[in-house]
């Protein structure tokens, strides 16, 4: 493992701080479930390099915690457990499609460990990312393996090129579709964005996954109270029952009435670099009444711009598949 | 390396204070500062569950959780649990269910349990198999786990325990294996928890390349490094300066250089390996070695490699025709047919996949010899290579097998603890060895690939009359002839073809070299027979059933290699044995399927498959064993034997046991040390069994033999009236025991101390032209059923059960067969659906895709077949090859669901997907 000096932070600020003092040297610790492990295997290159100093976020006070007020909605702390969240009583009940996520999550003892924060910014899975040995795209090399080598299963069909890395967190499509806010933290300034605008592609940034600056902390989701009338839906497949990323899954979040899907929010995971929200696919849904046809029209607009690899063509029926089925879930009543 | 600082935790309830660098994982520090070492590292990456301890109260993955970040918390680790004298209750019900094989992941899932346990004392068993699905296990397929977690969750509620009423005898019952105890303490030393003062690490460098040219290896740069205490490299061997030849396995018919000489062959294969003070100044090490190389074109897959202008890894080219076996008259047989079906197919490379790595400690002693622990299968052989390679005498290396944490034929004399040793004889100072997983993934050897062309030939009734087989073995970067040759054997099936033609051919790759894998050759044989005769019976409008039953091997019947058969010879039996289950499937799928809506994306199938596989030795030598009635009155047995987690070691003692009438703990085995059990053994698991146990039945009727007439001597009677009972020789209500008899014999000089032979008698090597000959005395017989769910939307596929019915003549210990099997099917189901090694990418346990608890289906497991007259005790054993019919029946049964016919496997979603669409 590449050794690192470990620094107990106390509040949010003065990790963005910490993170500031060490600057391109030093990065957040959650649960330590996926950055360790890129420590231990030393996934760098030109462009990514392992940091020296962790800066803990575990020490930071009431960061883990999840708060719900009605009418307002939720709030989950960046160091909120996805075990946590995943047995919320309140989640539960409300934001289903969020415990759905949760549930889908690595493993009981991987979400024990694992933070939303940490969830929503790890690394893609990509398998030549993820060896030492080849200097991808991704890493500051000159080639993306993936294109002319094996990307069956966790690699893009939407959105992706130069780099075809999937996103793989579960919980961000899951969030999004719940239209949440996310609040950022640096050494003197806060902002607040939606989740949605958090993530990017490999064209816009090809080393990083998200928006954060150097010295930024993800402090807190914000989830808003859904309508009345508004269900939500998370399917996920996988090569082995469990235990694995997505191939592809599908998370719909709709208001409907009478049958009649009134609003929507779809996003669809493991298809691209970012959780992908389809928006052809919304406004095909918005005003129908919710039946096997529509639901395989939404599925076909959500899929339209697929531009499958080699090798992974499947996985655009695949998520329609999935689409199909999340969307007439939701919308049984 | 980071500074130490002061790090106070409660471990089992002890306050500690240590120094450490707070970067390093918990699980080191328990492992080599602590020496808890009953928490194991099997993957170091969060995705094996060994590592697993209670983190204030909570299950947690020791291997990514940095001391740092614990400091001040409670942990507790295996050695905490049942402290105070006796077994855990989880720990007993895991001993007395079985649920022990290898254990190394036994640990982990007791620690997980209890976690679970004091949550709640009575969980449902969603609750059970949720917690316990990131635990992988090789060797159990989970269902005894899972029993024992419940048989321990109710004593552990204080519950009384089950206790099973005794009896006489100990062959034919159900015996928890020996060593069970000490590894479910986590007391069992494996290779990787040895650990000596000024010990040196090894590492290994490894090539980069698949195919290369080494123009030259630099390691003066490394050397320099302080810490660093020596190198083997191909330029500084002591073989080439003896003059031997550097190979890793002499005497196999194969050239696999211990360490690349001056070309590599396939990526990951070692170049150099260094000795060094810590791991950290071994990597360090390594990344200063240079290298200089000419890369050449490789070639990867059989396909590739059979292509007239591929890379040529030898001169003498990429295919070695290996074995042809021709029986009557090929073109006869096809003339006569009324159908014929012809097609290839494809099995790809399996992982072993056990779950503790690669692992060994060697040294040498005062005396100058050479001294090696490690967790190999086949210690005899490893001391061959390694006096070899040094130029010593035999008795100049020992070599002790360490309990193996799962073999299945892939820890035999392998690079791991070979260059270990060697490294330990040039810098004269203890070196360990530990692949991580990556290392293990990549360089083990694997079930060999296999492309196969198989043209059947049957007339309208049913009959087979012809199969021409061509099978092309992906060996690998090396060629070794022997699991080629398994194959050749088991073309044909457990069934009687009059006229047959099989060529069988090695071709080298540029991939690590394949190897033994258990169930190996009728595993890839199974998948495409046994889908020729499905796709036969579907033209004639055969019950699948009917068409093997009319065809299986019968007493009496010859094989393609003109083998007359005439023991145990089940076939038949285990056909018949399932045709209950096999039919009573057919009618839920056909309900199911009725009742399901039309638009349902599931489909229920049930699919049928025999297998067979040659079964004994490879040669006539026989292998010897000692027994010897010690002065205390319990019984010492020294033989070749090696414990691999199957229960041999058990079922060998309850024959021991049996014949000389003493309790199963008054009988010591010594085996799998070559200074004190010299008896060279070549082949493993139960096949072993019946060999050693026919050495030692021998050695033990001599035994008898003058104990009989010692102790008629002294109770003044005749011989025949002397029995063996209950630790003592009896005679009409009188009783002599066995340490009074001992102190007798030696009065009059009466030897205590016998030895016994045994050997396969009948095999004569198959022609290389025509295959005839005798390849082996047995074959193991079996057939399964499976029933599976199949989801034409999204490729999924769920085994649902799994039936299985085997030839085992007498079984010696039903609890531990019975586990060998669940086993046996799981690592098949895998094979079938999860498992894909992809050369010079799989690196994690993850990405290879062991079956979990999730994956196991219900298994139900049938005995059936006679008493096999030439074995000890009439057993044949049947554990190990329950792997070769599962991938076919499962995708039999896929093709009954869906028509989808899946000739290359395994069956992931993206291909079930493709075939669903060609279907
Ligand atoms: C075998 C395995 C299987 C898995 N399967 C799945 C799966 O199926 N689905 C899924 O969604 N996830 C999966 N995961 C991911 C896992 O469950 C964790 O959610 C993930 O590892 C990160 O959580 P963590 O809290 O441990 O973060 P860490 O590993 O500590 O951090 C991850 C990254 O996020 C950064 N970070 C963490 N917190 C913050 C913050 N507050 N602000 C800014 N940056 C931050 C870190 O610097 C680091 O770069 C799997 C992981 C493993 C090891
Ligand atoms: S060693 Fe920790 S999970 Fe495998
Ligand atoms: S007994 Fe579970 S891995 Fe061997």
Redesign the pocket.
Known sequence: MKSFQLIDARSPQEAASLLNKYKGKA????????????MKDRIEGRQIQMPDV?VN?ESIPK?DSISYEKGKGLKLG??AL?SDVEANKTIRERFPILAQAAA????PQ??N???????????PRCWYYRNAHLPCLKKGGSTCYALEGDNRYYHAILEGGPCYIVH?????PALIALNSQVALVGPKQSRTIPLESFFVNTKQNLYQENV?KPD????EVSVPEPKEGSRGFYL?S?IRKS????LASAAVQMEIAGGVCRDCRIVLGGVAPLPYRAKDAETALKGKKINEQVALKVAEEALKAAQPMSMNAYKVDLAKTLLKRAVLQAGKV | MEKKSRIRLTINGKELELEAEPNRSLLEVLRDDLGLTGTKQGCD???CGTCTVLLEGVSALSC?LAVGMVVGRKVETIEGLGQGGGLHPLQKAFVEKGAVQCGFCTPGIILETEALLRRDPAPTSEKITERLFPHLCRCTGYAKILEAIEYGARLRRGEPAVVTASHQGYVGRPRSALDAEDKVTGRAKFAADLYMPDMAYAKILRSPHAHAIIRNIDTSEAERIPGVRGFVTGRNLRAVRLGVKPLLRPGRGTFQPVIAIDRVRYKGEPVAAVAADTREIAEQALAAVKVDYEVLESVIGVEAALKPDAPRIFPEGNVEQTQTITRGDIAKGFAEADVVVENWYYTPFQEHGYIEPEAGLAYVDTDGRLFLQACTQFPYQCQQSLAQLLGLKAEEVRVVATPVGGGFGGKYVEHAWILAALLAYEVRSPVKVVYTREESILSSTKRHAALMRFKTGASRNGRLVALEAELFMDVGAYFDPLVTRYTAVAAQGPYEIPNVLVKAAQVATNVQKSGAFRGLGGIQIAFAQEQQLELIAQQLQMDPWEIRYLNALRPGSVTATGHHLEEGVGISATLKAVRPYYEQALQVARAENGSRETASTWKRGVGLACGWRAYGGQSTDPTEATVELLPDGTLEVRSGLVELGVGSTTALAQMAADLMGVRLEDVHLIGGDTARAPFPYTTSGEKAVMMIGGAVCRALEELRAALTSVSAQALGCRPEEITFKGGNALQAGRKLPLDRLAALCREVGVPLKYQGAARWSGYRPLDPDTGQGVFCDLYAMRTQVAEVDVNTTTGEVKVLRVVDASDTGTVVNPILLEGQIHGSIVQGLGYALTEEFVPGQTATL?EYGLPTVLEMPEMVVLFVGDKVPSTPFGAKGAGETAIVPTPAAIANAIAHATRARLRRLPAKPDRVLAALRES
């Open positions: 990065q957040p610790l959650a649960g330590g479930g996926d950055l360790l492990y890129l962790l976020l960061l960046a160091m996805v889908e999550v690595a493993s991987l979400r460990m694992g933070t939303v924060g940490g969830n929503l910014c790890q690394k793989p967190s579960d919980l961000a954060l930024e902390i993800v402090q996920k996988r235990w694995d990323f997505a | 990456r969060e995705e990514n993850r």
